[in-house]
């Protein structure tokens, strides 16, 4: 009985040390420990104006961009793979009008990769670049016909509002800073790729948006 409880006894001693360095590097830091940030920064929203145009659809029209940010040290919350990438994850919703009676709404989910390391204790000013996609409504005008009460000819047409629902991609790049404590300015360039034939709702757009922390 004792040379098994020594044999035991020694068997988890040796699971013990061999667990312990696998689940550590080469600095002796526990890997669970390496999953979560040490600072979570807090999650933020934003809105402001977009400047945009279109290919199809003529330039120079203004919209609305609000969005919901989570950094990388608080992306770790959904996925410790974004945290480790430097990757944040952008909720995102826009507004635009495209021309005379049609305008845009779009609701997306955008990976923002930082160029600078988001796990500094000063955030500072960093560039970033975005990929993502979502699904799209547009509105535009559409003619009803009808005809007129002997039959004989057509009555004037009129127009209602119709809407196309599709999936769109989008890339961006820009630029974050936090010119004051947990408040932030991005400025970014993002193309948005929509195209249901024979209509291409393609577009790019300027954005300028202040965000600021909200309870999560």
Not at 3 to 19: E, Q, T, W
Not at 52 to 66: E, L, Q, R, V, Y
Not at 84 to 106: C, F, I, S, V, Y
Request: net charge neutral; proline share 7%; no cysteine.
């Amino acid at each position: 009985m004792k040379v098994r409880r020594d044999f035991i006894i020694r068997f988890s001693a040796m699971a013990l040390l061999i667990g312990s360095s696998l689940s550590a590097d080469a600095s002796g830091v526990l890997r669970p420990a390496l999953d979560r940030p040490d600072r979570v920064d807090p999650v933020f929203i934003s809105l402001g104006p977009t400047l945009g145009g279109s290919p199809d659809w003529g330039s120079g029209t203004i919209g609305f961009n609000a969005s919901i940010l989570f950094r990388p040290s608080r992306a770790a919350e959904f996925s410790p793979t974004l945290y480790h990438w430097n990757t944040g994850l952008l909720l995102d919703m826009e507004w635009r009008p495209l021309a005379q009676g049609r305008d845009a709404k779009t609701a997306d989910v955008v990976f923002r990769k930082y160029l600078v390391d988001q796990g500094r204790i000063d955030h500072g000013a960093v560039l970033f670049a975005g990929f993502g996609g979502g699904r799209s409504l547009v509105s535009y005008p559409s003619a009803v016909v009808t005809e007129s009460e002997d039959g004989s000819t057509p009555a004037a047409p009129t127009w209602v509002k119709a809407e196309q629902r599709w999936w769109s991609a989008i890339m961006e790049i820009g630029y974050e800073a936090e010119p004051a404590h947990h408040v932030i300015v991005t400025i970014k360039g993002r193309w948005r790729s929509y195209i249901q034939r024979p209509l291409d709702y393609s577009s790019w757009t300027l954005h300028v948006l202040v965000g600021i922390p909200i309870p999560w």
